[in-house]
């Protein structure tokens, strides 16, 4: 939920109330404020239903729309609106926003319009707004687009713009990090930050809108955009893979030290679930103890690229162990392992939110691998999965073997995804 005010250098925004009515009636009155509007929509009934509309908002629960007053912060003078309001669609809202024409040109719409929207991303959870505007509303869609939108579609003489981050495997595991990460709108890209896990890559990157080209640049954007989050030493980028993405593309990155992937994130449903059984002889169960845990980071550590240092990969896993018990407590899911005797044969975990699922960390010990272990392991994880949510979501390593054995599981692609990350390598002493 929304913590109001909501406050910038020059407006505050907040709820409206019946003290608002006159006010609301005025800026709503002007010629040019109503060119766009039929003649019945500027009327003084027409606007003090509007108001009670904004003001029973307030005490809907769940509340799904927020109408906000856009006021001075010198003074208090009512000078406009700006709202979200959920659709049907999770993660999803509509924007819109108005203003008295005598504050027109001054900068105050997109700032009253940024502090909603990273509102809505940080920590309503947003991933995608939409703007309707007339398709001769010229000045509403610059304001869109200032602030990010990009044309969606036309419905009549309505033109739609969007503002969304459309990646399946980025979308769920920011749903993992919970409310501690932070989603920012650039022109160009997305910031996606994590300050309680500095460490963890994918938690801390830039998402273009396009491929990144010039070394030089990107890096200066990121390191601008991290500048002042303590414990952040590497650079990751991660964008939708266009066609001709390759390796061979960013060779200047590759020689600068760049590790270049693609990955696959994969949607299962309950429909498309090929169940698999888990081989007699092994018991499935969430990790619980200390040993358990341990296990799993010795597990884990094992099969960490051979540039990270395993003291400071252990100290990652450490974090992400913090994590998921959070995310256990809160009920959204579980580590769990195949055991053998006491011992962790392998290990993935599943945590739920509203209409999504998102695998985990999926491992297997290098003893025990061809066994049939992961795929019993996801397919019982599955079941328990989708009984709470209808779909569920994996991402892989585009060339990893495993892809095969998910297809055959049932998982179709979803979307590709490319990213070049650098960090401080670890070198083995001599």
Excluded at 172 to 191: C, D, I, P, T
Aim: charge should be neutral; aromatic fraction near 10%.
């Amino acid at each position: 939920m929304l913590t109001l005010p909501l406050v910038t250098p020059r407006l505050q925004l907040r709820d409206f109330c019946a003290s608002d009515q006159a006010a609301y009636r005025q800026l709503r009155l002007g010629s040019a404020f109503g060119q766009h509007y039929a003649a019945h929509e500027l009327s003084p009934d027409f606007s003090d239903a509007l108001l009670q509309q904004f003001i029973a908002q307030q005490q809907a629960t769940p509340r799904r729309a927020w109408q906000l007053a856009i006021t001075l912060a010198d003074g208090g003078t009512l000078i406009g609106s700006v709202g979200l309001r959920y659709t049907s669609l999770a993660g999803e809202a509509q924007f819109g926003i108005e203003l008295n024409e005598a504050y027109w040109g001054q900068g105050y719409a997109r700032e009253a319009g940024t502090a909603l929207l990273h509102a809505g991303f940080n920590p309503l959870g947003l991933h995608r707004v939409e703007a309707d505007t007339h398709a001769a509303n010229l000045p509403a869609q610059r304001l869109a687009t200032g602030l990010g939108f990009v044309p969606s579609r036309q419905d009549g003489d309505r033109h739609i713009l969007a503002l969304a981050l459309d990646l399946p495997g980025v979308l769920s595991e920011r749903k993992l990090l919970g409310a501690q990460a932070r989603l920012n709108r650039h022109a160009g890209y997305w910031q996606l930050s994590t300050a309680a896990q500095p460490d963890f890559y994918f938690g801390n990157l830039l998402l273009p809108d396009l491929a990144p080209l010039q070394r030089d640049v990107w890096e200066a954007r990121f390191d601008t955009a991290f500048a002042g989050h303590a414990g952040v030493q590497h650079r990751t980028l991660l964008w939708a893979m266009e066609d001709e993405d390759c390796a061979a593309r960013y060779q200047p990155w590759l020689d600068a030290g760049y590790q270049y992937q693609e990955t696959i994130a994969l949607l299962l449903t309950r429909d498309s679930l090929q169940p698999s059984p888990l081989p007699t002889g092994y018991t499935l169960r969430p990790l619980a103890s200390d040993d358990d845990w341990q296990q799993w980071a010795t597990l884990l550590a094992a099969s960490r690229d051979p540039g990270h240092n395993e003291a400071s990969y252990r100290r990652f896993l450490g974090g992400l162990q913090q994590r998921y018990l959070q995310l256990e407590h809160s009920g959204h899911g579980h580590v769990w392992g195949v055991f053998a005797g006491g011992q962790l044969q392998a290990s993935a975990g599943l945590f739920t939110w509203q209409a999504l699922g998102r695998f985990q960390m999926v491992a297997t010990a290098p003893g025990a691998r061809r066994l049939g272990l992961a795929s019993g392991l996801i397919s019982a994880l599955a079941e328990w999965g989708l009984a709470r949510v209808p779909r569920l979501v994996i991402v892989a390593d585009a060339h990893y073997h495993a892809i095969d054995l998910y297809r055959k599981l049932g998982f179709v692609n979803a979307s590709r995804e490319a990213s070049l990350c650098w960090w401080p390598r670890h070198k083995e002493p001599a």
